[in-house]
């Protein structure tokens, strides 16, 4: 069964800390993996990894995807409080013309000021 | 704002109940995807829709029911509603059923 597990479940950093949120997945025929933030409602689109090793990066966020060790990670550098959200990572299997995601649980981060 | 947009914002049903949800998707892209999300998960993929056509299903039961109209926007209808319902259903629109899909800010639905 497809599966996406995101670590820490949640965290409490102090603004300016650098914080790296990890995601590891188990998915048959892989096509991508992307990152969103999710603070209130709507997720809000941050990355879409399809190579390994080809690191992403807006502004002081950044991700790397590992289709060999199958987990990615997402570094906030210089942590602000309006980073504070929920960040969650899914998976889209190639699998006929259907490009659904597979999500995990979520990392909920906190910045305190 | 992704130009997703969904109705209404909150609703409030008791159990046995039917409900449709909306959703208009971005200029221009014409597939539409459901997830529900209970509180404390990550969203769950109910089904998706291209062209007006169903284009794959997640593991939800028949009562979970969709639409999708020539304008590409969607419905998603929940029949014989239960309290383990409750959730925020997020759609997500994407142009073509192989590109990124952006969300909606979702409809929080309760189930008493």
């Known amino acids: 069964e497809d599966k996406v597990v995101q670590s820490p479940l949640s965290l409490v950093v102090h603004e300016g800390d650098t914080v790296t949120l990890n995601c590891s997945y188990e998915?048959?025929?892989?096509?991508?993996l992307l990152w969103y933030k999710q603070e209130k409602k709507a997720p809000t689109f941050l990355f879409m990894l399809?190579?390994?090793?080809i690191e992403k990066k807006s502004g002081r966020l950044s991700s790397i995807l590992d289709k060999k060790e199958l987990f990615s990670i997402l570094n906030i550098t210089a942590t602000q409080t309006g980073d504070s959200a929920v960040y969650l990572c899914a998976v889209e299997p190639l699998r006929g013309a259907t490009n659904k995601l597979i999500f995990g649980t979520g990392t909920l981060l906190a910045v305190q000021p | 704002e992704t130009g997703v947009t969904q109705s209404p914002t909150h609703l409030i049903k008791t159990r046995g109940q039917q409900v449709t949800l909306r959703c208009s998707s971005q200029?221009?892209?014409?597939?539409v995807s459901w997830y529900q999300q209970a509180l404390g998960q990550g969203p769950q993929f109910i089904f998706q829709y291209y062209r007006e056509e169903e284009n794959g299903r997640g593991n939800f039961p028949p009562r979970f029911s969709g639409l999708q109209f020539p304008n590409y926007s969607s419905e998603l209808n929940v029949n014989a509603l239960e309290l383990d319902d409750s959730a925020l259903y997020l759609c997500a629109s994407s142009p073509t059923s192989e590109e990124t899909q952006y969300f909606g800010p979702g409809t929080r639905l309760l189930v008493l």
């Open positions: 200029s221009g892209h014409n597939t």
């Open positions: 998915v048959t025929n892989f096509r991508s």
């Open positions: 399809t190579s390994s090793g």
